[in-house]
């Protein structure tokens, strides 16, 4: 099939967001204060007494629909609201300022696959057993698309990359599931992809058709920011600005993807080696999924779903752009330092409700407690084998270790960088190398970009953390061959067509 031209990616305007609609779902816990579920049952009783069609009892009678939405390779800290200088996210700071957002939430893997199989099951990539691409997503796991399933809910997945498309196995989970890809990567031809203005549409033209009387679940997956850095529109838009010349360093061209301190291949962009048009151009891909995300939020409240929809918005997984001393450039995948561990998320409850603001903001929350916190605020119990916590029932203490896999499974990989294993703990980063067993440790009191390594001189923390690093990612439970990650283990992936 001949892609259409980039053009296309100009016609459509989309957004991607996760959105849950919570209805009359009362919460026990929230006894005594005001919320979302409270009010959902005052309008629930207002409308079954109202005689006509203004009653519209189906719908106020059922908990609220959930739009989930991922933004792949989305760094946190290049957003508005999380300070960021350039305005590349206005209308994800205005859902930040409706709803909650996390400081400190991070990803268990710093692969897409991997990502997304943790925030559907709960369960870390040391449990689920997807490590990296091109495996499939569990069958018969608990995920919190069955569970909404089983609830009574209408649900789909719209994908924006073959990496979560047909391949990942999610069709089997969703009823609906659309990986239409309109368009092919810029420098990858054989990888299909979509701009967010079209998965926008496609998750536009399936809520529509949702009935009325069901409650519905679109997870909606956009690849905008992952390189290469091409955003269908003004994509030029931050070159030469107050920011730009920040960086003031040039890299060499890779003569691969995975050539650490080299610009990958695949990133490459008119054949340019300064950092900072790089990085403008990554703001530009942000500013533009926003945009979509922008239209999306208007499509809900132009039909009147704005306020019976749970939205939430994160992504699988940062980016590291030209952090020194961070091995790769413009990558993931295999890094797991703080650009690609934390990512953003924000939620935006039905009916105005703020529950989710008594959480403690020096409290981390990872993705794998996504799914069991979603199901908590539509009212719904999560299924036993989640591993993650609901983190308004039950908030993480600010010292809890976050956990993240670095790993790709591409064997060139393994063989120059290897897999890290990495913790967040309080204001410590450690992290292990598996190539050559090396620990890096990083204190975000006065380091927060991780530039000095103090493993040396800290031999306490390092050893703490290396332990709590063992523990936790020798515990797997995975079925073999995915339980560690050894050299064997991606060979034996690579001939069984799960890894490149
Ligand atoms: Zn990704």
């Known amino acids: 099939m001949t892609p259409p031209p980039r053009a296309r990616r100009l016609a459509a305007a989309a957004t991607v967001a996760f959105a849950v609609l919570l209805g009359a779902a009362g919460c026990t816990r929230d006894a005594g ?13 207002r409308a079954v007494a109202a005689p006509g069609p203004v009653a519209a009892a189906p719908a106020a009678a059922r908990p609220a629909n959930l739009l989930l939405v991922t933004v792949d390779t989305l760094r946190a800290d290049h957003l508005g609201f999380d300070g960021y200088a350039r305005d590349t996210s206005p209308r994800l700071d205005a859902l930040a300022r409706e709803g909650t957002w996390f400081r400190r939430c991070y990803t268990q893997s710093s692969t897409t696959g991997a990502s997304h199989a943790t925030l559907f099951s709960s369960l870390p990539p040391q449990r689920h057993g997807v490590f990296a691409n091109k495996q499939r997503f569990p069958s018969g796991i608990p995920s919190l698309i069955g569970e909404l399933r089983g609830h009574g809910y209408a649900t789909a997945g719209f994908a924006s990359s073959v990496v979560v498309g047909r391949k990942f196995g999610l069709q089997d989970v969703f009823e609906h599931f659309d990986d239409e890809f309109t368009t092919m990567e810029l420098n990858r031809v054989a990888r299909g992809e979509r701009p967010a203005a079209d998965t926008v549409l496609a998750v536009e033209k399936w809520i529509a058709s949702v009935p009325p009387d069901k409650p519905f679940f679109a997870w909606m997956h956009l690849i905008d920011p992952h390189g ?3 955003a269908p529109e003004n994509p030029d838009r931050y070159v030469g600005d107050a920011l730009d010349g920040r960086i003031g360093a040039r890299f060499p061209i890779g003569t691969d993807d995975f050539q650490p301190g080299h610009i990958p291949r ?5 054949g340019r080696t300064d950092a900072d048009y790089y990085v403008a151009r990554y703001d530009a891909e942000i500013r533009y999924a926003d945009g979509q995300l922008g239209r999306l939020f208007d499509f809900l409240r132009e039909r009147g779903l704005d306020r019976d929809t749970l939205v939430v918005i994160t992504s699988d997984h940062g980016e590291t752009l030209a ?3 961070h091995r790769l450039l413009f990558s993931h995948g295999n890094i797991a330092y703080e650009e690609t561990s934390r990512v953003p998320l924000v939620v935006r ?5 703020k529950r989710l603001a008594a959480v403690p903001q020096d409290s981390p929350v990872g993705l794998v407690d996504l799914a069991p916190t979603v199901l908590g605020l539509l009212g719904f119990e999560a299924p036993a084998g989640f591993e993650g916590r609901d983190v308004l029932r039950r908030p993480h203490a600010p010292g809890d270790p976050m956990f993240t896999w670095g790993a790709y499974g591409t064997k060139r990989l393994e063989d120059e960088i290897g897999t890290q294993f990495s913790v967040r703990e309080g204001e410590l980063r450690y992290l292990r190398n598996s ?3 090396r620990p890096e440790l990083y204190d975000h009191r006065d380091d927060p970009a991780e530039a000095r390594d103090v493993a040396a001189a800290r031999e306490a923390d390092v050893g703490r953390l290396g332990e709590l690093v063992s523990k936790e990612f020798s515990s797997s439970s995975a079925p073999a061959p995915m339980k560690t990650m050894t050299p064997d283990h991606v060979e034996a992936l690579k001939a069984l067509g799960y890894v490149e």
């Open 323 to 325: 952090e020194p001393g």
């Open 435 to 437: 190539a050559d067993g």
């Open 228 to 230: 290469p850095y091409a």
């Open 266 to 270: 695949y990133q490459v962009l008119d």
């Open 349 to 353: 409850e039905p009916q105005g409700a």
């Open 33 to 45: 204060t005001s919320t979302s579920a409270d009010r959902g049952a005052d309008a629930g009783a």
